[in-house]
């Protein structure tokens, strides 16, 4: 909403338009960390908090509350300019990149937010819809290229999916800031290319734990070192568990 207000106070004539889809419901773990108030148990995430910011906004441009899960055979970002997400498994991840693809033309960015317990990510990509053969070589790799393991579904596994109970189990496997650290460099980084039109890192490092961050310039040698490389024809994204199954 601040970012929201902010370009509408420069002169923007509509601001940002908001669709949020999830199918989650609050628990009494979200209390505490997220924007999330006892009333709000048992309620749908997306509606609660569309909701609550198009009142804080007078409804001057409603946002909208998609109660639903993705997909990978979703085709819900064909008029989006942006996707966001803010997961916390893999086979969701994949499911956005692979919404992006399902769109029937261009080139659509893809703004991911991931974190363990106390370090995370923020990364600007741009993904390219499967009905365009060749690929740009200056395009801005997505999480997807840099760091593969992460729309892996099958090592969801893997990791710890239980829920927390309560906000004092919740705050053992994850520090209390790392979300809101996160999401504050994601916002500045829209900030940027929102009000200045161009932007020098495309993403960022956090850690909490050592109170650093380190940043992702865009330079086509930084990707190489993730193993992106472009050849002018576009490639499709794999899980790497598909890959080492076809080997």
């Known amino acids: 909403m601040c970012l929201h207000r902010a370009m509408l106070a420069l002169g923007h004539p509509a601001g940002l338009h908001v669709t949020l889809i999830d199918d989650d419901v609050v628990s009494t773990a979200n209390i505490g960390r997220q924007a999330f108030y006892a009333c709000d148990v048992g309620a749908y995430k997306a509606s609660t908090l569309i909701n609550r910011a198009n009142m804080a906004m007078e409804f001057s441009l409603p946002w909208e509350a998609r109660v639903e899960r ?10 989006c300019d942006i996707a966001i997400g803010a997961v916390d498994n893999r086979a969701a991840r994949l499911a956005i990149l692979r919404g992006l693809e399902n769109t029937s033309w261009g080139i659509r960015y893809y ?3 991931g974190n363990r317990a106390s370090d995370g990510q923020v990364v600007l990509g741009e993904v390219t819809c499967r009905n365009q053969k060749g690929d740009l070589k200056n395009r801005l790799p997505h999480i997807g290229e840099l760091f593969p393991e992460l729309i892996d579904k099958a090592k969801d596994k893997e990791d710890d999916g239980m829920p927390s109970c309560s906000l004092a189990e919740a705050l053992e496997k994850q520090s209390l800031f790392i979300n809101p650290a996160v999401s504050l460099f994601a916002s500045n980084l829209l900030w940027q290319l929102f009000t200045v039109g161009e932007i020098e890192h495309h993403g960022a490092f956090v850690n909490l734990e050592r109170m650093s961050v ?10 190489e ?8 024809k576009r490639k499709k994204v794999q899980q790497p568990s598909r890959l080492a199954e076809a080997v």
């Open 111 to 113: 703004l991911d937010l």
């Open 214 to 223: 380190m940043p992702m310039a865009i330079d086509p040698e930084v990707w």
């Open 70 to 79: 993705l997909t990978t055979k979703s085709n819900v970002f064909q008029s």
């Open 225 to 232: 070192r993730f193993g992106v490389s472009r050849t002018g």
